[in-house]
């Protein structure tokens, strides 16, 4: 036993010795960094099925988590790719997920909340410099022309420098200006068995503001946006397959409400008071989620995120089983002619 235990520690030195020979000459470096890159640079090879995959590219909401980005769903099919919503950050969590950005048929606003709409540009950008065949078009309810108009303004420069810098040839000035187009409820895309449709949500004082249903092969998603639970919902939500909505934790809110209150931070407990009535109370989620036709809920949009145990215990708390907290990163796949959906978390 100990001449095996002596042998297997001379290996195991031995390895070491390599692997550190390996990474600290040039030619080490340079070989094993290729082969990373190569391993990085891969698309997924398991989205060219007839699956419909949901990629949660932002869990968060305003309140800030470095841990997560803001709102952003993304919606991959074999022939398709939309976003929903373009929170800060997610194009970190895009990128990182090796999806095919050059695919990205466009993104679809619920509204117009700096958290919805602030990583736009970086779509745009990285899709564009990756190959993507005509402008990206910007779906969402009554003023988004006015966001995109200002995003064009905005970001006129940068596109004269990048076609400057890189030719037309490699970057169209024409593709890398932002389109819109105004949704109304009702069907916005249909396409290659994808139906994507608006529905009308309450998020008052942002008016109007929607969701959206996403049917594929018999599967269905619906992403709420920022809402609370109304009739409408319920019934949009009957007999689909996986919800992901958005979500407030009254206790947890209550309690930041009364704790910076009491160390005299008057506004930040004005913030945290106002936003109460405009978000899904997880209590309210729980009668939603209890209908029997709902396979599976996602909590996303959480308010605030829940950073460690305790506070996803409180979010859980009363919510039924099929009620789940999402992750940046995470996939819910859900297979055509089936009813299984299959989560992976990051």
């Not at 890159?37 to 698309?43: E, F, L």
């Not at 398709?80 to 695919?103: C, E, K, T, W």
């Not at 899709?127 to 303004?153: D, E, I, M």
């Not at 420069?157 to 890398?176: F, N």
């Amino acid at each position: 036993m100990k001449k095996t235990f002596s042998i297997f520690m001379i290996i195991a030195a031995g390895l070491l010795l390599v692997s550190a020979s390996i990474v600290n000459s040039e030619k080490g470096q340079d070989f094993l960094f290729q082969r990373l890159v190569k391993v990085v640079m891969t698309p997924p090879a398991d989205i060219d099925d007839d699956s419909l995959r949901i990629f949660v590219c932002g869990s968060s909401s305003p309140l800030l988590d470095l841990n997560r980005a803001q709102a952003c769903i993304a919606v991959v099919t074999r022939d398709h790719f939309y976003i929903v919503d373009a929170g800060a950050g997610s194009m970190r969590n895009l990128g990182d997920s090796r999806l095919p950005m050059q695919r990205l048929d466009g993104i679809l606003l619920t509204h117009f909340h700096s958290d919805h709409i602030a990583a736009i540009p970086d779509m745009n950008l990285n899709s564009w410099a990756q190959g993507r065949p005509a402008p990206l078009t910007v779906y969402g309810p009554a003023g988004v022309a006015t966001v995109v108009a200002g995003l064009n303004q905005a970001y006129q420069l940068d596109r004269q420098y990048r076609v400057a810098h890189h030719g037309a040839d490699l970057l169209p000035v024409e593709l890398g200006k932002l389109a819109a187009e105004v949704v109304d409820p009702g069907v916005v895309v249909e396409q290659d068995g994808l139906t994507i449709t608006a529905f009308a949500v309450d998020h008052e004082p942002v008016s109007p503001a929607v969701g959206y249903r996403i049917d594929y092969r018999g599967r269905s998603v619906v992403v709420s946006g920022d809402t609370i639970v109304t009739d409408e919902i319920i019934a949009v939500t009957r007999n689909v397959d996986l919800v992901l909505i958005d979500a407030l934790s009254l206790p947890i809110v209550k309690a930041l409400e009364r704790t910076v209150g009491e160390l005299g931070m008057d506004r930040n407990a004005r913030i945290l008071h106002d936003i109460q009535d405009y978000h899904a109370l997880t209590s309210d989620i729980a009668a939603l989620a209890s209908q029997g036709s709902i396979k599976q809920v996602a909590l996303y949009h959480m308010v605030p995120p829940p950073r460690n145990y305790v506070m996803e215990k409180i979010f859980l708390r009363g919510l039924p089983e099929n009620v789940v907290l999402t992750e940046d990163r995470m996939w819910f796949t859900l297979p055509a002619g089936s009813n299984e959906i299959e989560v992976r978390f990051p």
